[in-house]
């Protein structure tokens, strides 16, 4: 039953089926009256254990990107994976295309079987927890849903830790074929990023992190490096050595507020990927300078140390770095 009230701000519709209510505030009783019947229409075929019959997955990715995402840091991912889920094909159809009424774990298990044939489990988890806040508010928020359709469906396995260290030889060699040499004016994209890589390798920083420094967030007297944003969400500083400080010093000089590399994602990506390949050094991705930076980091500084550069709120994570073997322990027990 729909009741309608006249307010400073519009009309007031409120409906009410059963034990579900839902409210909202319309500018024109008519808007208001059509709401109301729709809603009601809506509360009535959610019966327990299911969700609304005219409204579907598709439906939910998109009003939550509408809504939601563009509150977020990553909106555009968010908005890029919502319409890459709702497109896949399950069995004849798009998983977008199926009822909430009728949506079950076993739909959301085929999803992540058949996206885990293309990506990685992590990635796969990742647009897993992406799906499962969007039900999560059409549940909580918009009445679309009765109960969590992903409560029972299980995560894919994480791929095992990627621990691929860096050896001086291809370091040497990776540089050489970006056309960088130590003492030589740098000034070629290609040189740029070789700086970058060397940079990576000294402070452990994420490719994102090194890309956004500039003028402003570096003081070069203290040695340390202002990250007003990571990727937990948190502002960092982290401190540079000698060699870091020498390295940003090689670079051209950029108008004020400029990124320091003056390298845009997709340019450091590339351009590192043909040096490498041209360099003939396989099975490396730009990221591990991080797991070499931290590796060689974890012989200097205590964990706490360590974790406050690397960013890492939990110690544990830690261990992922760590590959100081049984011989080098047993040297330190002497």
């Not at 399950?90 to 909430?100: M, Q």
């Not at 040695?223 to 940003?248: D, M, Q």
């Not at 590959?323 to 322990?329: I, Q, S, V």
Request: glycine share 6%.
């Amino acid at each position: 039953m729909a009741s309608f009230q006249k307010r400073p701000t519009g009309w007031r519709a409120q409906v009410r089926v059963l034990s579900q209510r839902d409210s909202r505030v319309f500018d024109t009783k008519a808007e208001a009256m059509a709401w109301a019947a729709k809603r009601e229409t809506e509360l009535r075929s959610i019966d327990a254990g299911q969700g609304s019959k005219t409204h579907t997955v598709g439906d939910v990715l998109d009003e939550y990107q509408r809504k939601i995402s563009p509150t977020k840091r990553g909106a555009r991912w968010e908005k890029l994976r919502c319409d890459l889920i709702g497109r896949l094909e399950l069995e004849g159809r798009k998983f977008g295309d199926i009822r909430l009424a009728e949506l079950q774990p076993h739909h959301i298990a085929a999803w992540r079987d058949v996206r885990s044939r293309d990506v990685s489990g992590p990635s796969v988890s990742r647009e897993m927890s992406l799906l499962s806040h969007a039900f999560k508010v059409a549940r909580e928020e918009w009445g679309w849903l009765v109960t969590d359709p992903m409560k029972n469906v299980s995560r894919p396995p994480d791929n095992p830790p990627r621990e691929r260290l860096i050896s001086q030889g291809e370091i040497d060699a990776i540089t050489t074929a970006l056309g960088f040499e130590d003492g030589l004016p740098v000034g070629l994209p290609s040189q740029r990023v070789a700086v970058a890589f060397l940079f990576a390798i000294e402070t452990a920083m994420r490719a994102g992190e090194l890309r956004g420094l500039t003028a402003a967030t570096v003081d070069y007297e203290k040695r340390v490096a202002h990250l007003p944003l990571t990727k937990n969400g948190r502002a960092r500083n982290v401190p540079l050595s000698t060699r870091a400080v020498e390295l940003l010093q090689m670079l051209p000089a950029v108008e004020a507020g400029e990124p320091l590399f003056n390298l845009n994602p997709w340019s450091l990506d590339v351009l590192f990927r043909k040096g490498r390949d041209k360099a003939k050094v396989a099975g490396l991705t730009f990221h591990d300078t991080r797991h070499e930076a931290i590796t060689r980091l974890a012989k200097k500084l205590h964990p706490l140390d360590l974790a406050r550069m690397t960013g890492h709120t939990n110690l544990q994570e830690l261990m992922t770095y760590y590959n100081k073997t049984a011989e080098d322990m047993a040297v330190l027990l002497d």
